[in-house]
């Protein structure tokens, strides 16, 4: 029925500019701390690299001269420096330890990301809610929601393992000791992404999710 479609749509219309004026709470504190620690973390990779390639690279984000001098020196030759390559050779017992940790610095700080959280403190209203962060039907095809300004719909998950400790982790970043205390303060700062929405006081924050809803909505239309 055209009608009750357009009905159904009107309200989920509504609810959308609801949800968006409403918008959420984040953890100011926690965004501003990451950031630095990201900062802190990349000098100590950049003064790493420098000292270990004998200045022939300077920051881990040279990719180019990186790869030229593992050659020259260790006669490692790679045809990228994307994540699975790097951590595919890493497992290599053949490969020189000073390599790997090349390779381990170089792919900590591809992870550290300052893009999400910049974005954060960048859109986020006067009393700490980030508001806009839905389209309604921004994805044509489908007419389903589109993040927008921070992504809401693109935050990395967590394993069980990371998803249990990540309370001491944004506690340590948020303390000033993150790149002191974590193993890898890169990916902690990433997983902690997830912790910037926070509850107001005296409500909490409850996570659902369908379980594969698009396989069984595809199941019943066929």
């Known amino acids: 029925n055209p009608q009750s479609n357009t009905e159904v749509g009107a309200r989920l219309w509504q609810l959308d500019q609801t ?9 100011l504190d926690l965004a501003t701390s990451a ?6 973390v ?7 690299i420098e000292e270990t390639t004998f200045g022939e690279v300077q920051t881990a984000g040279q990719r180019d ?18 994540k699975g390559t790097l951590e595919r050779r890493m497992d290599d017992p053949d490969l020189p330890g000073v390599v790997k940790e090349l390779l381990s610095v170089r792919l900590d700080a591809a992870m550290a990301s300052t893009s999400k959280y910049k974005a954060l403190l960048r859109s986020v209203s006067s009393d700490g ?20 300004l921070w992504q809401p719909h693109n935050l990395i998950r967590p394993t069980d393992d990371e998803a249990a400790a990540v309370d001491g982790w944004i506690e340590a970043i948020k303390s000033g000791i993150g790149e002191l205390v974590l193993r890898n303060p ?28 698009e396989g069984r909505m595809l199941a019943w239309l066929a």
Request: charged letters at 25%; proline letters at 1%; aromatic letters at 6%.
């Open 19 to 27: 949800i968006n004026r409403r918008g959420f709470k984040v953890d």
């Open 65 to 82: 001269a990186l790869l030229k001098h593992l050659l020259d020196y260790y006669g490692v030759t790679l045809p990228d420096m994307q």
């Open 42 to 48: 990349k000098v100590i990779h950049d003064d790493y």
């Open 186 to 213: 890169s990916r902690a700062a990433a997983v902690a992404l997830r912790g910037s929405i926070v509850a107001d006081e005296g409500r909490k924050l409850v996570a659902a999710d369908m379980s594969n809803i």
């Open 129 to 148: 809610r980030l508001r806009g962060t839905l389209q309604f039907c921004g994805a044509v095809r489908s007419a389903r929601w589109a993040g927008r």
């Open 35 to 40: 950031l630095a620690m990201i900062d802190r």
